[in-house]
């Protein structure tokens, strides 16, 4: 049985038991919407911890926008099979007024590494990621947390946090899960229309032709401008960016002379897609 709970309190009281008896803490973060791409977190995170929590919590600080808020899609019933079916111990899903109670006035912002790319296009984004995640790394005094590979810069910003804030805890970033067809699974894909879905994985298709042509020694700049035309020729809307960038520091680099990503966010109808892969 999951036990579902809802109030820091009671956490810290159902962690502490397992803590006395010596138990490791996994803990796998996310906004709920649950698809293969997060069980594959909470197998990784039941291989690797004695125990398992999975919050739940659609975190408003993070959203820029407040339509995208809204829309998110939620189905906490759907999400709590799921995770019994894994057999996760808790699903810790707190509502807003118990991670923000009123006097709330404490922002974690990290700078670098979370200021380009998704930072330079969804303003205090990471500044709500950072917040939200030390809070819940404090909520649940894991030692272990589980991230997918698909928000790449979300997992390197989160790493930069808990080395320069002594967080006793151990980030291990998961590889991204794709449909058959190479779409990267999102909670957010649902929202694609029939015609949208059906472009969509037209997107890592070409990012992947980009890296190999880039390995292969193709000019970066070139190669990166060919991949943004024939995407958006294929019917994509507007790029927030397509870049190919150092793999931790975020870097933007024109040669290959250290481990190095492609990083793109494009919109599709109303859908921002995000993906990243390995050069
Ligand atoms: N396809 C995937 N493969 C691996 N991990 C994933 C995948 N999709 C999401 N995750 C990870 O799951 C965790 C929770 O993510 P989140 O709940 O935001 O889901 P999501 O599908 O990324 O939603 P969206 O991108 O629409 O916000 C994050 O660590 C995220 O990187
Ligand atoms: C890590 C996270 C759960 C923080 O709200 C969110 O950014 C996500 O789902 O990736
Ligand atoms: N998966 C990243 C969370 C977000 O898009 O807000």
Known sequence: MTQVIRTSAELREKVATWKRSGMLVGVVPTMGALHDGHLSLVRE?????????????????????????EKYPRDEDHDLALLEAEGVDVLFAPGVHEVYPDGFATVVA????????????????????????????????AGRAFFGE????????????????????????????????GLAMSSRNVRLSPEHRALAPRLHAEMQAAAAAIRAGAPVTATLEAAKAAIGAA????????????????????????????????????VRLIDNIAV
């Open 150 to 181: 698909k928000d790449w810069q979300q997992v390197q910003v989160v790493k930069r946090m808990v080395e320069d804030l002594n967080v006793p805890i151990r980030i291990i970033p998961c590889p991204t899960i794709r449909e058959e067809d």
């Open 110 to 141: 990290v700078s670098g590494v979370s200021e380009p790319l998704e930072g330079a296009f969804r303003p205090g984004h990471f500044e709500g990621v950072a917040t939200v995640v030390m809070k819940l790394f404090g909520m649940t005094q």
């Open 45 to 69: 995170a039941r291989k690797q911890s004695d125990r398992v929590i999975v919050t739940i919590f659609v975190n408003p600080m993070q959203f820029n926008n407040k339509d995208d808020l």
């Open 235 to 270: 019917g994509f809307g507007a790029w927030d960016y397509l870049d190919l960038r150092s793999a931790e520091g975020l870097r933007p680099i024109t040669e290959l002379s250290e481990p190095a990503r492609i990083l793109a966010a494009v919109h599709l109808g109303d």
